[in-house]
């Protein structure tokens, strides 16, 4: 009743209208942004790569994921009717489960905005009827809690926290392309339970919460219907982690979840670099910018630039990868798990790099996005959707990679979650869902809202109808054959009249951009890694026409990555490429082939190939490992040659097992 009257009155003093079809992340009214979300739909991938992915997304991957989970394989939609008491059965699955479910549900969601189809609402609708089912009354729902008849919140490995968040912002994505409530009203009374147990900050919950999603999910919820405090109360998650030691022997924590490994070591204000389980840290940053975005807060705020440039900087890799290491120690000396280690430690073949990680790496980014308002934010978002995002899911939709190394071949020992070709199902399935929700929602990235304008964060063909910040309309499309040639023409469909600024972004990587208005080179400065601005008066018909130079280039990397020492990797535009045996001669390792450093690259677009992409072609040297002794007499190599065509690293292991590499060690002549 205390908690009913509470919401009442913070309703009174603090008016707040529940937003529907707000964005992915609803920054429209969020204080400490520079540039706002979209709604869901605004934008629409109509055609190329994009529109394909979308497409694939729509009619393969969603439905097929859903059958998965709710079949006797997946066994998650199985797990909810044993807790609502209508199967009898035992729980299977991950801890956290729950989450993979919420995060296909709302991958659904983000189908639905676009093509409106009633049997998606039908089916989950279905689905939250038995949440509310399994529901207690004071708001607890977790299935292998509830399933084992164990008391909530004893131990850390169980994920509450993460299937809490994953909950909270389907409830929110759900209403805002439904209007419907059933969902949300689930969502307030879980997050109402949250506030009752964990506000009042008992030691023994001090350290409770191991991959916080409910940051996110709970800022999302405040954000959608307006009680502060869900806004509160991610901000104590946020703020107390790191400000009390561990000790090794309390109930629930496990020697292995503590310190660095779940970033409660040290206060995030005072944190330097980004330590410990990449996903943990990725979805606890992300948290902390949803938070900073509403409060304000410079320091948060500063500390999360310094992780955000120690990441880019000396923690991911070439594709936009994270988590160096499967298991490994901190600086402090602490055990991590799928995780950051030292800076520019960055091994090829045993890199982890899991799909959720690299994810959490755009999710982060596009937080980071509103708050600078920098087009370097952009950058990883996009470079993480076309290489390390993309990777995690085959050519058809329909099997995953959990780890994706940068170097494969035959003699690696496979992993617990590393595969030799992608897998149906993954018995740890965090990472499936996970891309397949920001394959669906991808569009809402496209475009984000200025002051008195429109930024253009990614290319693809599409077409824009939204609101500026002045309520006006604008009516945008977008035309090109992006990221396989470098020619963008953006087309007003209807703005006012007023003049208003449209924020072109130039990638870091196009240094040569040119943007022309209507056939004219613009007076605005263009440079690679910001955003150009052009503000004008605009009118029906004008058209901005951008060509970014698209060469192939050898990449190379940092002198302290000693791994890639003498190695490059080929770049073109932002699609990094790869070698596979596929593409050598038969019987030709991987370990076989050596790059000319003077390589002829050659870039052609083959529409038969895996739905069609473009290849690089290009000559290799090719000599004879030897394998007799771990250590071996240098003699000169007699070399032979071959021609090649590299692959984007997005699209290898379509074509069956292989051997793979991103880098490759060169040839000086």
């Known amino acids: 009743m205390k908690t009913i009257t509470l919401l009442l009155i913070i309703t009174l003093i603090v008016p707040f209208s529940w937003a529907q079809e707000a964005g992915v992340i609803n920054t429209g009214d969020s204080p400490h942004v520079k540039l706002r979300s979209i709604d869901i739909g605004d934008c629409q991938w109509t055609d190329g790569f994009w529109g394909d992915k979308f497409q694939l997304c729509e009619e393969v991957m969603v439905p097929y994921m859903g059958t998965v989970l709710k079949g006797d394989v997946g066994h998650a939609l199985n797990n909810f009717k044993i807790a609502a008491g209508l199967k009898d059965a035992e729980f299977q699955g991950m801890w956290w489960h729950d989450g993979d479910f919420y995060k296909w549900m709302e991958a659904a969601m983000y189908v639905y905005a676009i093509n409106k189809d009633e049997k998606i609402l039908e089916d989950l609708d279905e689905h939250i009827a038995l949440f509310e089912k399994i529901m207690t009354k004071d708001g607890y729902?977790?299935?292998?809690?509830?399933?084992?008849?164990?008391?909530p919140y004893t131990e850390r490995r169980l994920h509450e926290m993460y299937n809490s968040g994953h909950l909270l912002t389907a409830a929110c994505i759900h209403y805002r392309t439904t209007g419907k409530k059933n969902f949300l009203n689930l969502?307030?009374?879980?997050?109402?339970?949250?506030?009752d147990v964990f506000m009042p900050q008992p030691p023994e919950l001090h350290h409770f919460g191991f991959n916080q999603t409910q940051i996110t999910g709970l800022v999302e919820l405040y954000r959608t219907v307006g009680d502060k405090r869900y806004l509160e109360l991610a901000q104590m998650y946020v703020d107390r982690r790191g400000t009390k030691r561990v000790e090794y022997n309390q109930p629930g924590v496990r020697n292995q979840m503590i310190g660095d490994m779940s970033q409660d070591r040290t206060p995030i204000r005072r944190e330097t670099e980004a330590e410990g389980h990449a996903v943990?840290?990725?979805?606890?940053?992300?948290?902390?910018?949803d938070v900073a975005a509403e409060i304000g807060d410079k320091a948060l705020v500063n500390a999360l630039n310094r992780i955000w440039a120690n990441v880019v900087n000396q923690k991911m890799y070439i594709t936009g990868a994270l988590g160096q290491s499967h298991h490994g120690a901190s600086r402090?000396?602490?055990f991590v798990h799928e995780a950051f280690i030292d800076n520019y430690m960055m091994p090829n073949s045993t890199a982890y790099n899991e799909t959720c990680a690299n994810i959490c790496n755009a999710m982060f980014n596009y937080r980071m996005l509103g708050i600078n308002g920098e087009s370097k934010h952009a950058d990883i978002m996009e470079l993480v959707l076309l290489n390390s995002g993309l990777s995690g899911i085959s050519h058809d939709g329909t099997h995953y990679f959990y780890t994706n190394p940068l170097r494969r071949t035959h003699h690696y020992e496979i992993d617990?979650?590393?595969?030799?070709?992608?897998?149906?199902?993954l018995n740890c399935f965090c990472c499936p869902p996970n891309l397949v929700r920001t394959i669906a929602k991808s569009s809402a990235w496209a475009y984000s809202l200025s002051d008195n304008g429109v930024a253009v964060n990614l290319y693809g063909s599409n077409k824009l109808d939204t609101n500026l910040l002045d309520g006006s309309t604008l009516k945008l499309s977008q035309q090109t054959n992006y990221p396989w040639e470098g020619s963008v023409g953006i087309t007003i469909e209807q703005c006012k009249k007023d003049p208003f600024e449209i924020l072109v972004r130039i990638p870091g990587w196009a240094t040569g951009t040119s943007v022309a208005v209507n056939g004219k080179a613009v007076k605005a400065k263009v440079e690679a890694g910001k955003y150009a601005k052009l503000k004008r008066k605009w009118k029906k018909g004008d058209v901005i026409s951008i060509d970014m130079p698209m060469q192939a280039k050898l990449v190379e990397g940092h002198p302290l990555i000693e791994e890639v020492r003498n190695q490059a990797a080929i770049q073109r535009g932002p699609v990094?490429?790869?070698?596979?045996?596929?593409?050598?001669?038969?019987?030709?390792s991987i370990l076989d082939v050596y790059l000319p450093a003077d390589v002829s690259l050659q870039p052609k677009y083959e529409s038969e190939f895996l739905g069609g992409m473009t290849t690089i072609g290009g000559q290799v040297y090719l000599r004879d490992s030897n394998e007799a002794a771990m250590y071996n007499t240098l003699e000169e190599p007699e070399w032979n040659?071959?021609?090649?065509i590299f692959v984007p690293y997005f699209a290898w292991s379509n074509r069956g097992v292989a051997e793979m590499s991103v880098w490759l060690p060169l040839v000086w002549k």
């Open 141 to 151: 729902l977790d299935t292998p809690v509830q399933i084992h008849g164990w008391e």
């Open 641 to 644: 040659k071959a021609e090649v």
């Open 280 to 289: 943990l840290a990725m979805y606890f940053y992300s948290g902390a910018a």
């Open 416 to 425: 617990t979650t590393d595969s030799l070709t992608r897998d149906p199902y």
């Open 576 to 588: 990094v490429y790869c070698l596979e045996t596929p593409d050598l001669p038969e019987n030709t």
């Open 332 to 334: 402090h000396v602490d």
């Open 187 to 195: 969502a307030i009374r879980h997050a109402d339970h949250l506030y």
